[in-house]
């Protein structure tokens, strides 16, 4: 077969014949040949592989001296080696949100001339004590089947420190994804970590669960699941969220949506192509657009770091309840129900009145003084 130009093969790989020129210089991809006369660099239309995953490894921001690594693995343990990456990229993600959110907190302050430096916020926020001897949680957990369906691939979960829930997709291998998501979080349980390392402890664990359900699939079945989750450290909520289960906050009688819908259907109400009232009877309502186990090597889930109150009424649950039960009669029995018990027993109790067409996750919360 022929030889390419460089500018040929520049096209073919969707490279610049200025990076065919950088990747020869520092070995990572030499020419088949170099004519004598011209100098032109030639390459063989075999080398448009490694040339394609320079690209994409580029994309995804991977220095140079690490894609000349990947590059000579064999192609599982360049997965690895790219997976190892990823983690790392969601860690730094979560970090950079974490030093955000403090730089929030700190412009916020009203009872200081200036604020506070990141690296003193920091000092301080090291120094603060995982469990708040002022706070104290009240819980209650349940995953119900539902009315219809036979089997559950819901999954829900309640302590002091961690609330989670987690919608699989149908058949065994949702139940296992959704109890994996949430299994892999209740090991942050026995860490003693500030405040401020909740959200990159949580961008960890997720991305961990992600590999975890990929790596589970088998033959035509790919599960993904659905989660959303709350670690406490002292009054501090770390929120991590993918899908379409939601968290909610009641507070002061007022009924709050802390998370959005990473749905096909949100989407488009997103860029103004759906109206909001129009997504409860949209065929394609349920269809995700983000969920752990989906996808590539990596999964972008939201993360935020929010102050618990005493007063404080938390829920999540999954779409078994928020889709066919409105926000207002959520409120209603949120604020109506005596303790977390019994809110848990009204909420599933009314899936149950509209039908319970599918199954229920749900967690509530509250936050009391101790």
Same mark, same amino acid.
């Given at each position: 077969?022929?030889?390419?130009?460089?500018?040929?093969?520049?096209? *073919?790989?969707?490279?610049?014949?200025?990076?065919?020129?950088?990747?020869?210089?520092?070995?990572?991809?030499?020419?088949?040949?170099?004519?004598?006369?011209?100098?032109?660099? !030639?390459?063989?239309?075999?080398?448009?592989?490694?040339?394609?995953?320079?690209?994409?490894?580029?994309?995804?921001?991977?220095?140079?001296?690490?894609?000349?690594?990947?590059?000579?693995?064999?192609?599982?343990?360049?997965?690895?080696?790219?997976?190892?990456?990823?983690?790392?990229?969601?860690?730094?993600?979560?970090?950079?949100?974490?030093?955000?959110?403090?730089?929030?907190?700190?412009?916020?302050?009203?009872?200081?001339?200036?604020?506070? +430096?990141?690296?003193?916020?920091?000092?301080? *926020?090291?120094?603060?004590?995982?469990?708040?001897?002022?706070?104290?949680?009240?819980?209650?957990?349940?995953?119900?089947?539902?009315?219809?369906?036979?089997?559950?691939?819901?999954?829900?979960?309640? +302590?002091?420190?961690?609330?989670?829930?987690?919608?699989?997709?149908?058949?065994?291998?949702?139940?296992?994804?959704?109890?994996?998501?949430?299994?892999?979080?209740?090991? !942050?349980?026995?860490?003693?970590?500030?405040?401020?390392?909740?959200?990159?402890?949580?961008?960890?664990?997720?991305?961990?669960?992600?590999?975890?359900?990929?790596?589970?699939?088998?033959?035509?079945?790919?599960?993904?699941?659905?989660?959303?989750?709350? !670690?406490? *450290?002292? +009054?501090?909520?770390?929120?991590?969220?993918?899908?379409?289960?939601?968290?909610?906050?009641?507070?002061?009688?007022?009924?709050?949506?802390?998370?959005?819908?990473?749905?096909?259907?949100?989407?488009?109400?997103?860029?103004?192509?759906?109206?909001?009232?129009?997504?409860? *009877?949209?065929?394609?309502?349920?269809?995700?657009?983000?969920?752990?186990?989906?996808?590539?090597?990596?999964?972008?889930?939201?993360?935020?770091?929010?102050?618990?109150?005493?007063?404080?009424?938390?829920?999540?649950?999954?779409?078994?309840? +928020?889709?066919?039960?409105?926000?207002?009669?959520?409120?209603?029995?949120?604020?109506?129900?005596?303790?977390?018990?019994?809110?848990?027993?009204?909420?599933?109790?009314?899936?149950?009145?509209?039908?319970?067409?599918?199954?229920?996750?749900?967690?509530?919360?509250?936050?009391?003084?101790?």
């Amino acid at each position: 077969m022929d030889l390419l130009t460089i500018g040929a093969f520049a096209r *073919s790989a969707r490279l610049t014949p200025k990076a065919l020129r950088l990747y020869d210089q520092l070995g990572l991809l030499t020419p088949a040949a170099v004519d004598p006369e011209s100098g032109y660099r !030639l390459y063989d239309p075999g080398q448009l592989d490694k040339a394609r995953l320079i690209a994409r490894l580029r994309g995804i921001g991977m220095p140079l001296a690490e894609i000349r690594e990947v590059c000579g693995l064999e192609p599982a343990d360049a997965a690895e080696a790219v997976g190892a990456y990823r983690r790392r990229l969601t860690v730094d993600a979560a970090d950079r949100a974490r030093q955000a959110t403090l730089l929030v907190d700190d412009l916020s302050r009203r009872d200081t001339a200036m604020p506070w +430096s990141l690296s003193e916020r920091r000092q301080a *926020s090291a120094r603060e004590p995982d469990n708040d001897a002022s706070f104290a949680i009240r819980y209650a957990a349940r995953s119900d089947p539902g009315a219809v369906k036979e089997t559950n691939e819901d999954a829900a979960y309640a +302590s002091d420190r961690l609330l989670a829930v987690a919608d699989g997709t149908s058949g065994p291998g949702g139940a296992a994804a959704s109890t994996t998501a949430i299994d892999v979080l209740k090991r !942050l349980e026995l860490l003693d970590a500030p405040a401020a390392d909740l959200l990159t402890m949580m961008a960890a664990a997720v991305a961990e669960a992600h590999d975890g359900i990929r790596g589970g699939a088998s033959g035509e079945e790919e599960p993904v699941t659905t989660l959303t989750a709350m !670690l406490r *450290s002292g +009054s501090q909520l770390a929120l991590v969220h993918v899908g379409d289960t939601r968290a909610y906050l009641l507070r002061d009688g007022e009924l709050r949506q802390l998370t959005q819908d990473h749905t096909y259907v949100q989407s488009l109400v997103d860029t103004g192509r759906l109206d909001p009232g129009a997504v409860a *009877s949209h065929p394609q309502r349920a269809l995700l657009a983000r969920a752990l186990g989906a996808g590539g090597t990596a999964v972008e889930v939201d993360l935020a770091l929010r102050t618990a109150a005493p007063g404080d009424r938390y829920l999540l649950c999954s779409d078994g309840l +928020s889709a066919i039960v409105e926000r207002v009669a959520l409120r209603t029995e949120l604020a109506a129900a005596a303790d977390p018990e019994d809110a848990v027993r009204r909420l599933v109790d009314l899936a149950h009145a509209h039908g319970a067409p599918d199954n229920i996750a749900c967690v509530v919360a509250d936050v009391v003084a101790a």
